[in-house]
């Protein structure tokens, strides 16, 4: 289960990166400095929510859950700064988040047969 966290952010960082690009992109060439900006800091956000996913299986449930609690907020921040261009990378941010967050920790059977 843990494997969808780290695929759920790669797609989303993915789209996330796509997304920054073509928002910066469309900044500099319509010469909005701040619409540039944006998507910038998105473009680097979602860089950045790709390795938060893999820290995310991290055997210590306080990283997953710090893990989870920032990929819920990369996808929101994303979601404010570049609006609908960042949907598809909102959707899989958030539940890889959630997942990292309420995902429990399987448990090992110990038990010894003859």
Known sequence: MKIWIAVL???????GIISGFLV?????????SDMA???AAVF???????????????????VRKICG???IIFSIYG?????LFFTFAFIFLMIAGCLALFMKPKKKNNDITA
């Not at 910066?24 to 909005?32: D, K, N, Q």
């Not at 860089?47 to 299986?57: C, E, P, Q, R, Y």
């Open 44 to 62: 680097w956000l979602s860089i950045l929510a790709i390795f938060v996913g893999f820290l995310s299986w991290a055997p210590k449930p306080a």
């Open 9 to 15: 952010s790669i797609i989303g960082g993915i789209s």
């Open 79 to 83: 979601f404010f700064i570049n609006g």
């Open 24 to 32: 910066t992109a469309g900044g500099t060439i319509f010469g909005e």
């Open 69 to 71: 609690i920032l990929l």
């Open 37 to 39: 900006n944006d998507g």
